[in-house]
């Protein structure tokens, strides 16, 4: 038996990036005193949701993970507490920016970094702007809550990170998130669809997935975009365990034994039956429609 | 503006294929009635669910596509009726069997034919002792219902065929199924699971997708498998907008306007941002886990 006790961090967040990373680090330390041992927090929590403007000045605000301030700081809470901490921030790799994911272990090494492979770019959402789509593999990273395949938002509306993470061996499915209104469509409202295409992920891969996402109105110069919340955990059958609501900061956790989720994905059979011979067309860009 | 009504057929079979492809062929009758132009009936809804044991002298039912009489029968009500009917059977090609999916316009004509591709194996779905696993590309059908992306049940728990059918341009997904009770495990209900894995695909691949299952128990000699019908019609968020119950024989049924959900599928901007190149180990078997 493994047990293990996650936790989501659903947050609102400010302009300034000192009260957004003490706030989560609270907030951290709420979810571990409450025997969480891994904690998600929201994409980019250190900021306002900058992306909803295209600002030139704002590219400053990405640093290098080796002397990233956050991540020295969140790396000595992940081992002070014992917990694994996938931390979302701004990377600066020479003249690229990448929208990063560091997974902090619970002794505080930084055990691997995710660059968003998946970029939105749309009214309140500019982060084609912003990001070069992310050259890293989809590999799970092995932490002391298990190999963890961490993703960042965007990612989580394809099947395919997902399953791949999954064919490396990932055992839980993450999403820090940073979705809300359209502001081009005031209307429309894509929490349930959001929810639903993870649940698919959870459910197809047979494995727990946590979704963070942020809180809030964040008015910007050329959009604003109302957080709409919604973070949850679902189980290996894609069910809702966990869930908050559109407004609140809160956290949320559940418990899963990954021992009894790896038979039970063993023992459903799904991984043995793939056709990997007659999916070479989703490696390619225009498969002829 | 392109409406079209779909319908899926919830049934309960016995062992007598004639009486079966009676009882299907009314359905059909009370369906298109109601105004439904493609009508899905559950997989392989001329026989019971022969899988449940291992027998070498049912191999026998199986029948070329050519000279099928089920398929000459319902390409006859197809036109009769001007509704497109994807017909499950057992097909026999030489010295292999699949299972396969005959894809009938309303004019009667067979547009393709799929084989199932992802065969399972396990107590009461013995299918790897019938079926050879499908040789067939996953490509779409142009039919008077749009073009159809059409699988076959265990198809269903696979992120994959599902996408590529999505990428070769299907605008409609079609699952007909039997699905139920697992005799060596009495407690598990994988009637959730079965539905948000579709959900998922739904919603990944923003498209609608229709699931027809049968219902009843049917008692084999080495197993007995109580189907759980659950047959469901999902929107191209993946929100349920039609569903059958448990037990019942009974039509659900839904309207799309396949334009406004082509628009939206565009719109979202998910195909825009897929990373083919970083989805090569998709389409390997061993991806190193």
């Not at 900058?50 to 700081?73: E, T, V």
């Not at 295409?197 to 910007?220: F, I, L, S």
């Not at 021992?259 to 459903?268: G, P, Q, S």
């Amino acid at each position: 038996m493994r047990k293990l006790k996650v936790a989501a961090v659903q947050m609102r967040m400010n302009t300034e990036p000192e009260e957004n990373i003490g706030h989560a680090e609270a907030l951290v330390r709420e979810a571990a005193a409450d025997g969480a041992r891994l904690v998600l927090l929201p994409e980019l929590f250190a900021y306002p949701y900058f992306c909803k403007d295209k600002d030139r000045s704002l590219l400053s605000l990405a640093a290098p993970a080796k002397n990233h301030p956050a991540l020295a700081r969140f790396a000595d809470l992940a081992r002070a507490l014992g917990v694994v901490l996938p931390i979302s921030f701004f990377e600066r790799a020479g003249e690229n920016c990448f929208n990063s994911l560091a997974a902090l272990d619970a002794d505080g090494a930084t055990r691997g970094i995710y660059r968003k492979a998946h970029i939105p770019e749309g009214p309140g959402y500019e982060e084609k702007f912003y990001f070069t789509p992310g050259d890293t593999p989809f590999e799970p990273v092995a932490t002391a809550a298990g190999k963890i395949g961490a993703l960042v938002c965007w990612d989580q509306w394809f099947p395919e990170p997902a399953r791949l993470l999954a064919l490396h061996g990932a055992e839980l499915l993450l999403y820090p998130s940073a979705i809300g209104s359209e502001p081009q469509a005031p209307e429309l409202d894509s929490s349930g669809h959001w929810r639903r295409v993870m649940q698919g992920h959870a459910a197809a891969n047979v494995m727990p997935v946590v979704a963070a996402n942020r809180v809030g109105e964040e008015r910007g110069r050329d959009a604003s975009v109302t957080f709409y919340g919604s973070s949850f955990i679902a189980d290996h059958t894609g069910a809702i365990v966990a869930e908050a609501d559109r407004e609140s900061e809160t956290i949320i956790a559940a418990e899963f034994d990954l021992d009894a989720v790896a038979r039970a994905r063993r023992e459903w059979g799904v991984f043995r039956d793939r056709r990997p011979e007659l999916y070479r067309d989703l490696a390619v860009i225009d498969a002829g429609n």
